[in-house]
T-cell receptor, first 113, second 113 residues
Framework: GENVEQHPSTLSVQEGDSAVIKCTYS??????FPWYKQELGKGPQLIID?????GEKKDQRIAVTLNKTAKHFSLHITETQPEDSAVYFC????????????FGKGTTLSVSS | KAGVTQTPRYLIKTRGQQVTLSCSPI?????VSWYQQTPGQGLQFLFE???????NKGNFPGRFSGRQFSNSRSEMNVSTLELGDSALYLC????????????FGAGSRLTVL
């Protein structure tokens, strides 16, 4: 079955710097790749997603890139702010409906001011 | 629009007991998924229900079961609780019909003593 590896497990940056989180997946049939942000005491919240027919997607300070050949995808956050501090999860799904997500183990991002 | 509501938020059980957790999806959402979150294993998919039918199932023992009612509300049950079942159980809903943005609730924190 699908396996998603996520790196790094922790990331500390200064406010205003960029942060990059990388994930690799094993199943070439995976076609939907969402990123979730989880704050303390809350459930994960979708921040951006990408499908396998797209190489890059941006939404303000957040961007995701996908390399299907290498089977890896990355989250890029520019101009980080203290409120970006949270745990970020990548995930992959092999069905078009994006269900039965396989998650990476998460990255704890700390942004210091 | 109200979000995904999970009850109870916290509960403590002892080994061998059973537990039922409840999830009310966003109004109009017909699909409900359940995930288990632990520090060691991360977020793991349990099952998904759509229109009262189980659509997908993760790799969990038969002690974990669920159901969905005609109003899309869902319950999951864990029987013969083990210490390792201590976790945050997250429910997520989506519209179904191809829409794949999962919206998570805040979770039910289960502690097994």
């Amino acid at each position: 079955g699908e396996n998603v590896e996520q790196h790094p497990s922790t990331l500390s940056v200064q406010e205003g710097d960029s942060a990059v989180i990388k994930c690799t997946y094993s199943d070439s049939a995976s076609n939907y790749f969402p990123w979730y942000k989880q704050e303390l005491g809350k459930g994960p919240q979708l921040i951006i997603d990408i499908r396998s027919n797209v190489g890059e997607k941006k939404d303000q300070r957040i961007a995701v890139t996908l390399n299907k050949t290498a089977k890896h995808f990355s989250l890029h956050i520019t101009e980080t702010q203290p409120e970006d501090s949270a745990v970020y999860f990548c995930a992959a799904s092999t069905n078009q409906a994006g269900t039965a997500l396989i998650f990476g183990k998460g990255t704890t991002l700390s942004v210091s001011s | 629009k109200a979000g995904v509501t999970q009850t109870p938020r916290y509960l403590i059980k002892t080994r061998g007991q059973q537990v039922t957790l409840s999830c009310s999806p966003i109004s109009g959402h017909r699909s409900v998924s359940w995930y288990q979150q632990t520090p060691g294993q991360g977020l793991q998919f349990l099952f998904e229900y759509f229109s009262e039918t189980q659509r997908n199932k993760g790799n969990f023992p038969g002690r974990f079961s669920g159901r969905q009612f005609s109003n899309s509300r869902s319950e999951m049950n864990v029987s013969t609780l083990e210490l390792g079942d201590s976790a945050l159980y997250l429910c997520a809903s989506r519209q179904g019909s191809g829409a794949n943005v999962l919206t998570f609730g805040a979770g039910s924190r289960l502690t097994v003593l």
